[in-house]
C-alpha cells in the first residue's frame, strides 16, 4: 500500500489550496493519519493529524485557524484544507498513516513515530 499525496502547486500569500491522501485502488485498515511538512534545510514537522475512526484533530500552532484535517471515509482520502498561505508555509508536504497499533491518543497525532506509513509528499510554493 502505498499513500499518495497530491494537490500541491504554487500560489499567492493569502491564497488557499487542498491537499488530498488517497490510496488509488486500494483500502486498508488505518487508526489515524497526518500531514508533516519539510522546507528546505529544516527538519520535517508536524502539520496536522486525526483520528480515523471519530472526530479527533490536532493542528500546530503555526497553521492553527489557517489550516484543517478532514477525512472522507467513503472515499478513503484524507484533506488539508490549507488557507491564508505564507511563504512560510512553503515546503514539501507528507501524509502518513498508522496501520498498526491501537488509536492513538491526542497527544500521539502529532509525532512521527506514531505513522508507520508515508506518502511520498507533494509541493507547496507560497510566493510573496
Known amino acids: 500500500v502505498q499513500l499518495q499525496a497530491s494537490g500541491g502547486g504554487l500560489v499567492q500569500a493569502g491564497g488557499s489550496l487542498r491537499l488530498s491522501c488517497a490510496t488509488p485502488?486500494?483500502?486498508?485498515?488505518?487508526?489515524?493519519m497526518g500531514w508533516f511538512r519539510q522546507a528546505p534545510g529544516k527538519e520535517r514537522e508536524f502539520v496536522a493529524g486525526?483520528?480515523?475512526?471519530?472526530?479527533?484533530?490536532r493542528h500546530a500552532s503555526s497553521v492553527q485557524g489557517r489550516f484543517t484535517i478532514s477525512r472522507d471515509s467513503a472515499k478513503n482520502t484524507m484533506y488539508l484544507q490549507m488557507n491564508g498561505l505564507k511563504p512560510e508555509d512553503t515546503a514539501v508536504y507528507y501524509c502518513?498513516?498508522?496501520?498498526?497499533?491501537?488509536?492513538?491518543?491526542?497527544?500521539?497525532?502529532?509525532?512521527?513515530?506514531?505513522?508507520?506509513?508515508w506518502g511520498q509528499g507533494t509541493q507547496v510554493t507560497v510566493s510573496s
Open positions: 502518513a498513516a498508522r496501520t498498526r497499533g491501537g488509536s492513538p491518543i491526542w497527544s500521539m497525532l502529532s509525532e512521527e513515530t506514531t505513522y508507520d506509513l
Open positions: 485502488g486500494r483500502t486498508f485498515s488505518r487508526n489515524a
Open positions: 486525526l483520528r480515523w475512526n471519530g472526530s479527533t484533530t
